[in-house]
């Protein structure tokens, strides 16, 4: 979950890049995820695709700045060795409903501590600078129903708030479902009672 009208780079799609170490393979995929269940499916899904792979470490990040939850595993690596630095790129970046699968193939040559702190780390930082991102903007569900006249004037004013109409419901009034950036609900709320002289009141249906 995110603060109203809080916007956020993701993922624009899957992501995969490979770098070696001392032989060993490291895989790193990225891809959006929006709750926890869509990161562990996703976690089960690369495992699934590479079953023969020595560790699927990972850390996901659902939500973004002030509300979010985490996850990470060193998946059998030396404790703290993978997981951690892996989420450490991860916080420092400007994305959010995001997780990373880093899939290591051991190569023979043991890397140490150090070494697999580094080799993850990489892996991480070289997979994020080279993922296309969007802008991933919280919006709301507003419920507004007004007389007839105020029909039209509505419609015009709509634009202004980057909002669409998902659902009219014609009877004695007019019911509206319209789709907004949290952001402009406050305003779009004040315009809708001026226009209506009070008479009609914007209703968050999320």
Same mark, same amino acid.
């Given at each position: 979950?995110?603060?109203?009208?809080?916007?956020?780079?993701?993922?624009?799609?899957?992501?995969?890049?490979?770098?070696? +170490?001392? #032989?060993?393979?490291? *895989?790193?995929? &990225?891809?959006? @995820?929006? %709750?926890?269940?869509?990161?562990?499916?996703? /976690?089960?899904?690369?495992?699934?695709?590479?079953?023969?792979?020595?560790?699927?470490?990972?850390?996901?990040?659902?939500?973004?700045?002030?509300?979010?939850?985490?996850?990470?595993?060193?998946?059998?690596?030396?404790?703290?060795?993978?997981?951690?630095?892996?989420?450490? +790129?991860? #916080?420092?970046?400007? *994305?959010?409903? &995001?997780?990373? @699968?880093? %899939?290591?193939?051991?190569?023979?040559?043991? /890397?140490?501590?150090?070494?697999?702190?580094?080799?993850?780390?990489?892996?991480?930082?070289?997979?994020?600078?080279?993922?296309?991102?969007?802008?991933?903007?919280?919006?709301?569900?507003?419920?507004?129903?007004?007389?007839?006249?105020?029909?039209?004037?509505?419609?015009?004013?709509?634009?202004?708030?980057?909002?669409?109409?998902?659902?009219?419901?014609?009877?004695?009034?007019?019911?509206?479902?319209?789709?907004?950036?949290?952001?402009?609900?406050?305003?779009?709320?004040?315009?809708?009672?001026?226009?209506?002289?009070?008479?009609?009141?914007?209703?968050?249906?999320?």
């Amino acid at each position: 979950m995110t603060e109203a009208g809080e916007s956020f780079r993701v993922p624009r799609g899957q992501h995969r890049i490979q770098t070696e +170490v001392a #032989r060993s393979r490291f *895989i790193a995929t &990225v891809n959006r @995820v929006e %709750t926890v269940e869509d990161a562990r499916a996703f /976690l089960a899904s690369v495992r699934t695709e590479m079953p023969d792979a020595s560790h699927h470490v990972y850390a996901f990040r659902v939500g973004f700045g002030s509300s979010t939850t985490e996850g990470m595993s060193d998946d059998g690596e030396p404790s703290g060795t993978a997981g951690p630095p892996v989420l450490a +790129v991860l #916080r420092g970046t400007d *994305i959010g409903d &995001v997780i990373i @699968v880093v %899939t290591r193939y051991f190569g023979g040559t043991k /890397l140490g501590t150090g070494g697999l702190v580094r080799a993850y780390s990489e892996a991480a930082h070289i997979a994020f600078n080279s993922l296309e991102t969007e802008l991933k903007i919280d919006k709301r569900l507003v419920g507004v129903e007004i007389e007839y006249r105020f029909l039209t004037p509505l419609k015009r004013l709509i634009p202004e708030y980057d909002a669409e109409i998902e659902d009219e419901t014609f009877a004695e009034r007019i019911t509206l479902l319209i789709r907004m950036p949290a952001q402009h609900v406050p305003a779009f709320s004040t315009a809708l009672l001026d226009l209506t002289a009070g008479q009609s009141e914007a209703v968050e249906m999320d």
